[in-house]
């Protein structure tokens, strides 16, 4: 990887983690509604997704997806703050605030939405690369999941019929070691996810999911095969969540001192750049570039209006309007 | 329709009249079959789904002859994946595709419930309407025949509480057709509900391309002593227990709801108003059903020119047994409806 691409992912790391830590900051004091769930200690597997989508590619974000979205936006000539105002409920979000965290969606940049319940759009994923193959368009539609979706019978009615159908499907399969609290060897029949998926008979891959270069690498190799036309991909990323559960902590001390200490995919990418002679100031001066911008959104998000209250009943269905109290 | 639908003029004259009316009705199902044949030749985007819908035509024919004319691209089998195909049709429909889905049996839609109450009838609404969901789901649903528990239920109650959904359901094939040429060019998501035991019922059914608005209520009959609001199989009993009520000097009116959600108030609510006598007739379970909202409705905005409380004619509050003079016991008839009449007739 060329070093100027390093550092552009290193860049989209930086702002994955500067909006997740100013959400997690702003979620404390109490702005922002609802739930939260952030991808800290995830970003290289996101930064390598949106580097490789395009915009006419769909994605479905996961829970912990804000970073993906942002970058779609940024990469896309969208507006990241819209992202951001939309997990403050505000009028200016990407959706009108109608959707917040689990169901931001803005399809001019591909992003096709979270679904709150897990593996739901595993298989709407199907619809959309249905349409694309039938319309012969070389699009590439990706559900990211994480390793509790595996769980789901649409997991597997959905790997079963982009295998019959031969479907442009980019499965992206966060593995980050729990689902909530249920770790991935107790809640499934193997830890390892593609070992699961490999009677399926499509391509897959199991990745570092904290190493940038080869998370990037691998995407961009799937990507290709899935453009080609050789059908679906299924790529597993082994990471870790770097936010506990609601209730607090509960992993061993030393695994979280591991992954946050030896395995911080920003430190990593960093500790390369600086190897291949990126002076300390400069990538300094990425993380604070980041910062200052996502405290701009987030001011942005503070200073939005509240949705129009004529939201409320505005399109329940295209064709009806819906009575008001 | 194919040439066995329409003689050509020559050779009507040379029919018999009852032979040649014969030949012009069509079946509940052929109607809906003629129907998916004109939209797939009117949308290209649009497309059939289901199990067993290809080659076979569905469990009771009514994709029949669409494979050989439209090829498998647009006229797909898939494996007993509820759920994958409703979300395909959804992720479909986001894209501007218009899919028409087939749940064999209207009991399975437990399977892909996920897919249809917080999926499908959400995604406008969630995302601010920037996704349509253009799609239809045709599934077989209602009892009578002795399909037992999970092929026998009315399951319009299921769907009743969730916003976003259309429900459509006719009962008659002229109708049938019209509303399914409706809810395919509809851009809402349609639960299209075909009840069996209409299946084999035979109309005269107009050949050509036409819809049948949705959301409009249909008077099957005009009356002015009581008011029977049905759908499905409920209308042809009720119309038959309105003949019989006519024998007893008791004009019934009786409203075909035709689509369930959004219905029409405003024809239910005049008519309501008119007679001032009401029933409401439903064959799923009474608690929380269709005839739980009408009779509430009624209630509610025509208090004071009803004579009487709105009489409810439901399905008992138990599953459907296999037995068929059990289930005759559990699903309410003609006799329950001219019974309901009686009562409603004397406020």
């Known amino acids: ?325 | 329709m194919t040439a066995a639908d329409t003689a050509t003029p020559k050779r009507t004259a040379r029919t018999p009249r009852k032979a040649r009316d014969r030949v012009r009705k069509v079946a509940f199902t052929r109607a809906l079959n003629d129907a998916l044949d004109l939209a797939m030749a009117k949308h290209d985007e649009m497309f059939v789904i289901g199990e067993d819908i290809a080659e076979m035509g569905g469990d009771f024919g009514v994709t029949k002859g669409l494979l050989a004319k439209y090829g498998p691209e647009r006229v797909r089998d898939t494996p007993l994946s509820e759920a994958a195909i409703i979300g395909t049709c959804a992720g479909a429909a986001m894209v501007g595709m218009r899919p028409v889905a087939e749940i064999m049996f209207a009991d399975f839609i437990a399977e892909c419930y996920d897919q249809v109450v917080n999926n499908v009838a959400k995604l406008h609404y969630m995302f601010d309407g920037q996704f349509k969901a253009p799609l239809v789901i045709r599934t077989a649903c209602g009892g009578g025949f002795g399909g037992g528990p999970h092929h026998s239920q009315s399951v319009e109650g299921w769907f009743l509480n969730v916003p976003g959904i259309v429900i459509v359901a006719p009962s008659n094939p002229i109708d049938a057709k019209g509303l399914l040429l409706a809810s395919i060019d509809s851009d809402d998501p349609v639960l299209f509900l075909e009840h069996k035991a209409l299946y084999r019922s035979r109309a005269e059914v107009p050949p050509e391309y036409y819809t049948t608005p949705l959301g409009a209520a249909a008077i099957a009959r005009e009356g002015t002593d009581v008011t029977v609001v049905a759908a499905m199989r409920m209308v042809p009993m009720a119309l038959d227990a309105a003949a019989k009520a006519a024998d007893d000097g008791i004009s019934v009116e009786v409203v075909d709801l035709r689509t369930i959600r959004p219905y029409d108030a405003a024809t239910v609510l005049a008519s309501a108003s008119k007679t001032g006598r009401v029933v409401v007739a439903n064959e799923a379970p009474r608690i929380g059903g269709l005839g739980a909202e009408l009779s509430a409705r009624i209630s509610e905005e025509c208090f004071s020119q009803l004579r009487g409380p709105v009489v409810r004619v439901d399905g008992l509050d138990t599953p459907i047994p296999f037995s068929v003079p059990l289930e005759d016991i559990v699903l309410p008839g003609t006799d329950d409806i001219a019974a309901a009449i009686a009562t409603a007739a004397q406020y």
Request: net charge negative; hydrophobic share 40%; with cysteine.
């Open chain 1, 1 to 325: 990887m060329e070093t100027s691409t390093l550092l552009g992912l290193y860049r989209d790391m930086w702002l994955i983690r500067a909006f997740e830590q100013g959400l997690e900051r702003e979620f404390e004091k109490g702005n922002v509604p609802g739930m939260l769930h952030t991808g800290l200690g995830q970003e290289a597997t996101q930064a390598a997704l949106a580097w490789h989508l395009k915009a006419t590619d769909t994605f479905f974000p996961d829970h912990r997806c804000h970073g993906i979205n942002a970058l779609a936006q940024q990469r896309h000539g969208g507006d990241g703050e819209r992202v951001m105002a939309e997990l403050f409920g505000k009028a200016t979000g990407v959706c009108s605030g109608k959707g917040g965290s689990l169901h931001s969606a803005d399809p001019a940049v591909g992003n096709f939405g979270d679904n709150a319940v897990e593996g739901s759009y595993m298989a709407t994923v199907l619809g959309v690369a249905l349409a694309a193959k039938m319309r012969g368009q070389p699009n590439v539609a990706c559900a990211i999941i994480g390793d509790g979706t595996v769980g789901r019978g649409e997991f597997h009615e959905s790997l079963n019929m982009a295998a019959i159908w031969d479907l442009p499907v980019l499965y992206a399969c966060i593995n980050n070691g729990y689902a909530i609290s249920m770790p991935v060897g107790e809640g499934h029949a193997s830890a390892d996810i593609v070992d699961m998926v490999q009677g399926y008979g499509f391509s897959s891959q199991q990745v570092d999911g904290n190493d940038i270069v080869e998370a990037w690498t691998a995407v961009s190799s799937a990507v290709e095969h899935i453009r080609s036309g050789a059908g679906p991909y299924f790529l597993e990323f082994k990471t870790w969540r770097w936010q506990g559960i609601f209730a607090g902590e509960f992993r061993p001390e030393a695994e979280v001192k591991y992954w946050k200490e030896e395995r911080d995919p920003i430190m990593l990418a960093g500790e390369t750049l600086a190897g291949r002679g990126v002076a300390p100031n400069d990538l300094e001066a990425v993380e604070q570039e980041m910062t200052g911008l996502i405290e701009e959104w987030i001011a942005f998000a503070l200073e939005s209006p509240e949705p129009d209250p004529a939201k409320a009943t505005a399109d329940v269905y295209v064709g009806w309007e819906v009575d008001s109290r």
